[in-house]
């Protein structure tokens, strides 16, 4: 079997791949609800156990070092896909097909806010869709966790990273702090005995909590301009790590209180829009530049937002391979890949408790795990049943 750097940085030639990534990325763009964590499990099953472009383990190494780089993970990972599948014109194509669906959505989103002042109503779509989505998330867990769980130590380690996520632990440091640990006990096991490893499990971890946004002091509005909002979704996206809810956060310093761009109503509007909608949530931006802007503001908030991430896979893809290949960058590897699952968990349960609201949602995630599972149906054809699922409900009552 061929090393995982020939893998990772051999691309077939020809244009049958970019077909085919241009092909699965639009359409994963179109229909993957429920956010990053449900993106990735989408892309688990197309490109690990159906089309089989690249194997589990380095599904997995691609997973870890999204986490390791600002911007949004599912896009990312994408950008590594298409980059693994058919090199640079593969990085662009598939990077550029999985948002386009999602900022052409947002975009007409936005034009319906900016004229009518209001948002359509998209609950009892999201009612049926949301079920199915956890099921699809399960999946992936259990696929990916058999790989990246390797032995007590990295079990122990992932189980960790979920109870300090729930306890409030940043992200970025819980996946830091478990590349290290892992790394550190794996190689030091010879010189110090398997039972130093249990003592270490946690202690760097507990090092810190998640840092609460810094104040802002509100200021005069200060005039829009297409190069100060593309400059700004530009930092955004060189510089945020997490989720949407972080991005809230980051987005109302800015926006609301020192620019005086957006109100707070807008901006929720704007988050809100991210979330329920298929594809990357840092979508927001396309809506914020709309509001802001117009048509110019949203394309070039859009590609504010996104450009870094394709610099930084650009940049990071052809150094995963020697992470694997040294003993001790390979532990550092094995620790962040099972931390990232260990905060996979972790928003897998909090979407499950948003989703999973009466028996009839209950009931739509019940069937969708057994036709996941058991009959390993593809998940678009699941999210479409779930949409119509929640459509039938709605109707009904």
């Known amino acids: 079997m061929p090393d995982a750097a020939e893998h990772l940085s051999a691309a077939p030639p020809g244009a049958r791949p970019l077909r085919e990534l241009a092909w699965f990325f639009l359409k994963l763009g179109t229909i993957a609800f429920g956010g990053p964590a449900a993106h990735i499990a989408m892309m688990e099953a197309e490109v690990v156990r159906k089309r089989r472009w690249v194997t589990r383990e380095q599904f997995l190494d691609l997973l870890g070092a999204v986490n390791l780089i600002p911007g949004p993970n599912s896009t990312e990972m994408a950008i590594h896909l298409g980059l693994v599948r058919a090199g640079w014109r593969g990085l662009i194509v598939a990077g550029t097909c999985f948002i386009l669906p999602a900022m052409a959505i947002v975009l007409a989103?936005?034009?319906?806010?900016v004229r009518y002042g209001t948002l359509p109503e998209v609950g009892w779509l999201l009612y049926g869709v949301k079920p199915v989505i956890i099921a699809i998330v399960l999946q992936a867990l259990w696929r990916l966790g058999k790989t990246a769980v390797k032995g007590p130590l990295t079990a122990t380690a992932g189980l960790a990273v979920v109870v300090l996520s729930f306890l409030g632990v940043n992200e970025v440091l819980l996946l830091f702090a478990g590349g290290v640990v892992i790394m550190a006990v794996q190689n030091a096991r010879e010189a110090w005995g398997r039972g130093a490893g249990a003592v270490l499990i946690t202690a760097p971890i507990l090092l810190g909590g998640s840092p609460a946004p810094a104040a802002v002091a509100a200021g005069a509005a200060v005039p829009v301009s297409l190069w100060s909002l593309t400059t700004f979704f530009l930092k955004v996206g060189s510089i945020l790590f997490g989720s949407g809810y972080v991005l809230l956060a980051f987005l109302r310093a800015d926006l609301v209180q020192r620019?005086?761009?957006?109100?707070?109503q807008q901006l929720l509007d704007a988050i809100a829009v991210g979330q329920v909608t298929p594809g990357p949530?840092?979508?927001?931006?396309?809506?914020?530049g709309y509001v802001v802007a117009g048509v110019p503001g949203a394309l070039l908030a859009t590609f504010g937002i996104f450009f870094p991430s394709f610099v930084f896979v650009a940049a990071s893809n052809p150094i995963i391979p020697r992470l694997r290949q040294s003993p001790w960058t390979a532990g550092f590897l094995d620790g962040v890949n099972v931390a990232s699952l260990g905060l996979m968990a972790a928003v897998t349960w909090h979407l499950g408790r948003a989703a999973l609201v009466d028996a009839v949602t209950v009931g739509i995630a019940l069937i969708a795990a057994v036709l996941v599972l058991r009959l390993r149906l593809n998940s678009a054809w699941l999210v479409l049943g779930g949409a119509l699922a929640g459509i039938v409900s709605h109707l009904l009552r």
Do not use: I, P
């Open 109 to 113: 989103l936005a034009a319906v806010y």
């Open 259 to 264: 620019f005086g761009w957006l109100t707070d």
């Open 281 to 288: 949530v840092f979508t927001t931006a396309t809506f914020v």
